[in-house]
């Protein structure tokens, strides 16, 4: 039993893992949307289908006069009971002028009824067509954006990706500056940040300034006189961009440290001058 439920958390680890690999972190995505979404979907829905249905039935009941008229052409009276001659013809006619070939019920309602109600019957297809199905495809929009946003298992996905991309890009730099390809940089590869200009474009596409290299040398170098690519890497994702509130907070730190032992410094140097003199 006890090997039967390693078993199972052993399976439940590689599921999660599954789940959140690269290969299906779109379906992912996807998936975390839809269920986000369903409350909009339904609202949607709702207000869609209250708006066609009263349009359906006034379509409806408009066309009944003239389907009734026996005096009315057969042909036209039978393509517009197709359309309008009853309220579940006439509201699948309202989806159909959404979202399929709108044209041809609105010209059959035009022939038979007239070109008022034709060009009102368009005049509702513009206006629904792309203000109320525009709306509610921003909704989707924002809706999905928020997900993706706010959601903690794409977050980490995101900045993983971001880190191996930005990981990527710095070996790329550090194999470029390597000209002996020894696996170090020396001081005269290093300088090369500062004198060559395309690497100096490299670098501020990178997000970092390649002045703040030139002290990063003396700081990553242990020594030897040459840096490693795992040095570089570090030292050049702490220089990314503009000093961090860790940064500061670790340099207020430091002052204040400094600033202490320099007053202790100070007393001591006072209390042993003031001994002495005595």
Not at 68 to 93: A, C, H, K, M
Not at 224 to 243: I, K, N, Q, T
Request: proline share 1%; charged share 20%.
């Amino acid at each position: 039993t006890i090997f039967r439920l390693v078993r199972v958390a052993r399976l439940v680890r590689a599921l999660r893992f599954l789940r959140l690999s690269r290969v299906l972190a779109s379906l992912n995505i996807l998936m975390k949307c839809i269920r986000a979404s369903m409350n909009i979907l339904f609202w949607s829905l709702s207000v869609l289908v209250v708006v066609q249905s009263i349009i359906a039935m006034v379509a409806s009941q408009l066309a009944q006069d003239y389907i009734t008229d026996l005096s009315n052409p057969e042909s036209q009276r039978r393509q517009l009971y197709v359309y309008y001659g009853t309220f579940t013809r006439s509201f699948i006619t309202m989806f159909e002028i959404h979202m399929a070939n709108w044209a041809t019920p609105c010209r059959v309602f035009l022939e038979a009824m007239g070109e008022f109600w034709g060009n009102l019957l368009i005049l509702y297809r513009c206006v629904m067509g792309f203000s109320l199905m525009s709306v509610i495809g921003a909704v989707f929009v924002q809706q999905t954006m928020s997900v993706v946003q706010d959601d903690n298992d794409i977050m980490i996905l995101k900045k993983q990706k971001e880190a191996a991309s930005y990981t990527s890009k710095l070996n790329a730099m550090f194999k470029a500056l390597d000209t002996n390809g020894d696996g170090e940089l020396c001081r005269t590869e290093f300088e090369a940040l500062t004198t060559d200009p395309e690497l100096k474009v490299w670098m501020s596409a990178l997000d970092i300034d390649p002045g703040d290299l030139e002290g990063l040398f003396h700081l990553l170098d242990t020594g030897d006189g040459s840096v490693s690519m795992e040095e570089f890497l570090l030292g050049a994702s702490r220089v990314r961009g503009a000093a961090k509130s860790i940064d500061m907070a670790h340099l207020l730190s430091a002052v204040g440290r400094l600033d202490k032992r320099v007053v202790e410094l100070q007393s001591n140097v006072v209390d042993y001058f003031a001994s002495h003199a005595c």
